[in-house]
Each structure stands twice: as C-alpha cells, then as structure tokens.
C-alpha cells in the first residue's frame, strides 16, 4: 500500500511599502544607516518577536538572489545575537508571494558543476542556521512558496498559511531539469513522508495550503479577510502577521509544541518506513515507474530519488552532499539549458510588448459555438469577461453552452472552484443566435468552418453591428490573416487569434499580424490573450502562420515513413522515444484526419515541392472510408469511448498497400527515421525566423513546444540546433536531401550558422 501510495499519482507526470502592523517598532542593531541601505529584506520588533519581511523592489515576485540571501543572513545574524527577540516571524510584504523560488541566472551564470555545486552548498548552509536556530522562527506564507522558498520555509521550526487560491507550495526544480538544492530533498521525506515527498518532487505539482496541512507540510491555516478599510490582501497581511507573532510567542515560551500529532495511517505508514526491505521496494518502483515515463530523456527524477535514497540510508551529512552533488551536475546539463530556457521563453511570452491597448475589451463575443469557438467562450468567462456565445443553430449553442458549464464544473469536482463560483463565472456568458448586443463588442473572435468565403461573410456582417472601435480576431489555424481581411472596411482592426485544442488546457495562443493591422489592435489581442491565461507567441501572417507551417512538412514526412511500411505503432514509439510526449501517428488522429489533409493541400499549393513527402492520397483515402481519427473513432487507430487503450485499424491495410513506398535501406534506420522527421520540423522553423515570419527565437522555441509537443528536454528547434549543433543538423540534412531533393535542402540561416561555430540563437 505504502509502494503504490508514493507511485500513485506520478502518472500525472508541466520601491514597496513596508508593511507595519500596530505596535511594530522598527529597529537596526547594528546603527540607523545600515536598515535604511537594505533593499530586499528588513525587520521590526513586536514585543520579543522579530517580524522579518522580504519585498524585493521592482519585482511582481521575491526570489532567493544573492542580494537577498545576503540581506537575510545579516538580519538573521542580528536576530539571533540580540538577547531581547526571543523568536522570529519570517513573512513577505508582497500579496500573493512568498517567495518564489531561487534566481534561475545564478545557474546560467556557472561554467562549471563545481559551481553550481557551491551554490547548492551556500543556501545548504544558509537553511541549516534556521533548522537550528536556539530561536523558534514561524514561516507566514501567503502567495506563492516554491522552489527554494518552500525550502526556506520547511526549515523554519513552524509553517503558517493563509487557506487562499493564490497560496500553494511546490518544488517545481524537476520541471527545470534540476532538484531542490537548498535541503529539499533530504527535509520533506522526513517532513511528509517518503510517498508524498516523491509525488511532489517528481511531478513539480503545486499543493494548496488545505491539502499541505494534511500532509504535514503547513501546522496552522489562516482565513484571507475581505475587503474592509484596507484592500483584502493588505487586511489578510497583517492578520497573518498577528497569528503568526502569537504563535512564535507561544513557540518561544513552550506553549506551543511543534511536535504533529499523527493519525493511524501516518503512524503505520511511518512505521513501514523504518523497515530497509520496504524503502527498498518504493526505490525500486518508483525508479521503474519514472524510467518508464521518462525514456531515459530526462535525467533530474533519478537523481532525486538517488538523493533521497542517500540520505535516508546512509544519514545527513551524505544525503546533504549527494543532494549538491546531483544539484551541479544536472545544472550544467542539456537537458536542464533547455528546460531553463523555456521557462525564461515563458516569461517574456507572458508579457505584453505593445504596450497597453488603448480600449480595454470588456465586452467579448465569440461566433461559433463548437468545441474551438466554446473553448474560447470558458477561458474568456472564468476570468471574468463577459462574453457572447453565438450559433447558427439552437442544438449547436446548447453544445457548445453545455461545455463551457462541464468545464467549470470539471473544476468544481477538482475543489479548484465552488459551485457558487462556478454558477456566478458561467453567468457572464450569454447564448444567442443573432447579433443581439454585438453593438457592445470591444472584440468579436470568428471560430467558423475553415472556408474563406464563410470567413468572410461573417466579417462582413460583424462589421455592420460593432462600433468602430471593435476588433475582428480570426481563430483560424492556416487561412492567410491578409486573405480574410481583404473584405474588411477596416483591415487594421483584422487580426488572428490561433488557439489550440483544447482550449482549456492547451498554453499557447499565437497571433498573427498583417501588414495592415495596427500596433494598437496587437497590443488589444495580448492583452486578451494574458487576461485569458495564455502564452503568447505573436507572428507575421503567412501560409499556416508559424505552428502549421512547421507542423505541415513534418506530418508529410510521418506519411511518407507510413508508406514505406514502418508500423504507426512503431512510429509512436520511435517518436516518443525522441522526446514527443504524442507520437507522430497519434498527433494526426488528435488532430483529426480531415484537417490534417485540408492543411497538406492548402500549404502543398502554398509552398510546391518543398512540402512534399507523403502522398496526401492516403489522407483522402482516409476520410472517404470516415477515418477521421479519434473524433470518429478510427484513424490509424481504432478508440473506444472512455477507453484509454487503442488499436491498429487493421482496415488500413489496404490503404497502405495500394500507396505502398519503396523503403529507402540507407535512411531507414530507428534513428534515421527519428531525425528525417525532427530534421524537417527545425528547418521549417529556421527559415521562419529567416523570412521574418517570427520575431525571435525564443517565441519560436515556445510555439513548437507548447503549441506542437516539440520536445520540451530538447528546448525547442532553436535551443536544439545551439546544443545539438548547427553542423550536424545540416549534415543530417544534406544526408536525407541526397535521397529526397529539396524536401531536406537547409535553409540559408541554418547554413549561415554552421558556418560559424560562434553564431547562436541564444548568446
């Protein structure tokens, strides 16, 4: 039970004012100048309580940089040399963090793994003086508390949270391609458990403050207050701030024990935990279980089970070493650079560049009420826009309303929302079947059948009931922006808005711009995007925009490697092995047969030889006998409703003999065949940013990945080609072009780069 506890859930294997409370007395011990000179951390006295905040300026978020760790050893060297504080309150005067983790830049600064090792070392070091610190600290946490400062927090003697949406805890290192550094992984096994500890982790989940007072993690909850005199969040502040100075008190004058009274089950759990041969046989399964998930591409989970594993079997001081060990090696890995660099790509994508628009869009309407067009309607109401739904038919907006409520809903039973919360954001969508209060629209987004002619006569009809100010956004994903804008009597207002399926859980939302579209309608479109929850990639308007257009030659060749007679299992398994998280065969039954041909011959005509491959045939061939993929339920495969498993469609086979191929012995190979179809993809790519199609790399490297499934250990085609090596990208291709021609022909920019060992992508 123990074992299947701790692999249960790994298969869901992605200048402030300082705040003073009544009564605070700010001092500095060591002379008035040096308080004033600190920047990030300062404290003030309540009584014998030190009440330590930290509020890095200019920054949305704290993190643990050497500024910050710096100013907090000396506060904390002050504290403890000071006979009248007799405890510690360690809090944040930002709403909504703690402190958000370590400074990723300190790692990409190091050269070697020595240094990122002494890093490790130093926040070790620094986190041991607070575990035995002779004067109880009692960490407030409100906001976020990840990464390093969850371990801040776990190795204070005492954890309050407030019970708020925005408080959870995590260590998302695994998700960079490292471990917790600072502690982490020799604290929360004794913490939480091993089970729990490996679930969080392994899977770099989040856990909200009810489910960590559960686990043990958290040892009081405090309500968030309402509004009053003061905002919410500075009421709730200081409210945690008194709970948790009566509390470092009690703690201080033994009244309060830190001792966690456990449960039967925690007692027998802890108990099976003392036992080597069933320590053993969670290592075992859980190394099994992640080996299995991982294919060998990721190496940061192994080394976080071997850390613990260190630690537990052979003590503290060996545990504590391995940890920073591990913690070097893995920051000076590919695989840790290119996850390091995605999430850097995140945080600029999540940034509105053109400024602010100048109209907010406070009245949305979507026309379309199918899964694309109601997928949009759900992100828009659950952040609180009110949107227009509008069909052309009453059962195709009765679907389309009805998912949008199952969404919710699906949130309701995850505990994310209330049923009241659900009722009052799904009460912000209005149902219609004419164009009923479009007159108000700040923003209308078209999700109709992909037929230019169909685009175009809703766009004229929006046109004639919206202001003048009101924005007309396409949520095509191939149809040239410029082409539907033509019809339009104010083309600088026309823009595409590129979704992906579903909506709902897919990140990425890419833009696209013609050269009539004005900055202004840019900057209206990312600040709908950012408000709805996305990643935002913006590009300029061209045959299947960037996503497709890479996708396209790609899914060409995975037909072309079909006709050869490679088995679309195989192929799966071949490209999951590279790092996909879908094979290529499935991606085309997810993304539905039909489409996957409509886009092969709109982009075949758009772009001529170069796109070829497979023969769009076997495409045709597919849709005529209805195997539109898992939509219909047979594709390449055969899906069952609610069934995860799936099977060959053995009516393929003679699809597939009738439009048989000649394999090609020397590209043949398992490896081969892995590179043809990455190969095609990261050419593709490049010659976007050569003909200026994306704007950077970076934007690039985060559509593939977060709108495609390029494997994210890789970083994207960019950050590949940097780590994988220009050269060899182009001779691979140079290979592929001598038997296909001009399907595999490298691109000048990709050429240009392996032409000079110092050109990059990412300086």
């Not at 209330?418 to 999700?447: C, H, P, W």
Request: glycine residues 10%.
């Amino acid at each position: 039970m123990v074992a299947s506890r701790a692999i249960g859930s790994l298969s869901r294997f992605p200048a402030f004012k300082i705040l003073r409370s009544r009564g605070c007395i700010c001092r500095n011990f060591t002379g008035s100048s040096a308080l004033l000179t600190r920047t990030h951390v300062n404290y003030g006295i309540k009584g014998d309580v030190a009440v330590i905040r930290i509020n890095s300026p200019n920054s949305k978020v704290n993190t643990l940089n050497q500024e910050v760790q710096s100013e907090f050893q000396e506060v904390m060297n002050e504290i403890w040399s000071n006979d009248q504080i007799r405890s510690a309150v360690l809090m944040s005067s930002k709403p909504g963090c703690f402190v958000a983790g370590a400074d990723i830049n300190m790692l990409a600064a190091c050269k070697t793994p020595q240094e990122a090792t002494r890093i490790s070392q130093a926040g070790q070091k620094m986190f041991e003086k607070l575990e035995k610190s002779s004067k109880p600290i009692v960490a407030a946490i409100n906001g976020s508390c990840l990464g390093g400062g969850l371990e801040l927090a776990i190795a204070c003697q005492y954890r309050i949270a407030t019970k708020d949406r925005k408080t959870v805890l995590g260590v998302p290192e695994v998700l960079l391609g490292i471990l917790p550094g600072a502690g982490g992984t020799q604290r929360l096994p004794r913490m939480v458990g091993i089970p729990a500890a490996f679930d969080m982790m392994l899977t770099g989940r989040n856990i909200r403050a009810d489910r960590a007072k559960k686990m043990g993690l958290v040892d009081q909850l405090v309500e968030p207050l309402g509004p009053g005199i003061k905002p919410p969040e500075e009421r709730t502040i200081e409210y945690l701030e008194e709970i948790a100075v009566t509390f470092a008190k009690g703690l201080a004058d033994k009244k309060v024990s830190t001792k966690k009274n456990q449960g039967l089950i925690e007692k027998l759990t802890s108990y099976a935990m003392t036992i080597p041969f069933v320590r053993q046989q969670i290592y075992k399964t859980v190394e099994e279980k992640v080996r299995k998930q991982t294919k060998g591409l990721y190496p940061a989970p192994l080394k976080i089970i071997d850390a613990v594993k260190t630690g537990l079997e052979q003590g503290n001081d060996a545990g504590y070493l391995a940890e920073s060990q591990k913690f070097g090696e893995l920051a000076l890995t590919k695989e840790s650079k290119a996850l390091m660099g995605l999430y850097n790509g995140q945080v600029l994508c999540k940034k509105n560049k053109f400024g602010a628009p100048q109209n907010d869009v406070k009245h949305l309407a979507v026309l379309g009420a199918g899964l694309m067009g109601a997928g949009i309607a759900q992100v828009s109401v659950d952040k609180g826009m009110k949107t227009l739904l509008k069909d052309a038919t009453v059962a195709g907006l009765g679907r389309g309303q009805q998912q949008v409520f199952k969404g919710l809903n699906d949130k309701v039973k995850k505990k994310a929302l209330t049923s009241f919360e659900r009722d009052s954001i799904f009460s912000n969508l209005i149902g219609q079947l004419d164009y009923e209060g479009f007159e108000k629209a700040d923003m209308v987004i078209e999700a109709v059948f992909e037929d230019l002619s169909v685009k175009h006569k809703v766009l004229k009809e929006v046109e004639s009931v919206v202001p003048d100010h009101s924005i007309f956004a396409s949520n095509t994903s191939a149809l040239p922006i410029s082409q539907i804008a033509a019809v339009s009597k104010r083309p600088e207002k026309v823009i595409g808005m590129h979704y992906f399926s579903p909506v709902d859980k897919m990140q990425l939302l890419e833009i696209i711009t013609t050269d009539k579209t004005s900055k202004d309608t840019t900057a209206s479109a990312v600040a709908v995007g950012l408000k709805q929850g996305k990643v935002i990639i913006v590009v300029k308007d061209g045959p299947g925009f960037y996503t497709t257009r890479c996708l396209a030659p790609m899914m060409s060749e995975v037909i072309r490697i079909l006709q050869e007679g490679v088995d679309p299992k195989k192929l799966d398994s071949l490209t999951t092995g590279f790092g996909f998280p879908v094979g290529a065969a499935t991606l085309a039954d997810e993304v539905g047969v039909d489409v996957a041909q409509h886009v092969a011959e709109d982009l075949g005509k758009a772009f001529g030889e170069r796109f070829g491959g497979g023969n769009v045939e076997l495409l045709k061939q597919m849709v005529a006998k209805g195997f539109l993929g898992r939509k219909s339920g047979k594709g390449f495969y055969i899906y069952q409703e609610g069934s995860k498993n799936k099977s060959l469609n053995s009516d393929m086979d003679n699809i597939f003999a009738n439009l048989k191929l000649p394999a090609k012995p020397e590209v043949s190979s398992d490896e081969d065949i892995q590179y043809r179809v990455v190969t095609r993809f990261v050419n593709e790519a490049v010659l976007c940013l050569q003909e200026e199609i994306l704007a950077t790399p970076a934007e690039g490297d985060i559509g593939a990945v977060f709108g495609l499934g390029f494997p994210p250990c890789l970083g994207g085609p960019f950050r590949f080609v940097d780590l994988y090596g220009a050269q060899k990208v182009v001779d691979r291709l140079r290979k592929y072009e001598a038997v296909y021609g001009s399907q595999f022909t490298p691109c000048q920019l990709l050429l240009d780069h392996a032409s000079s060992s110092s050109k990059k992508f990412y300086q």
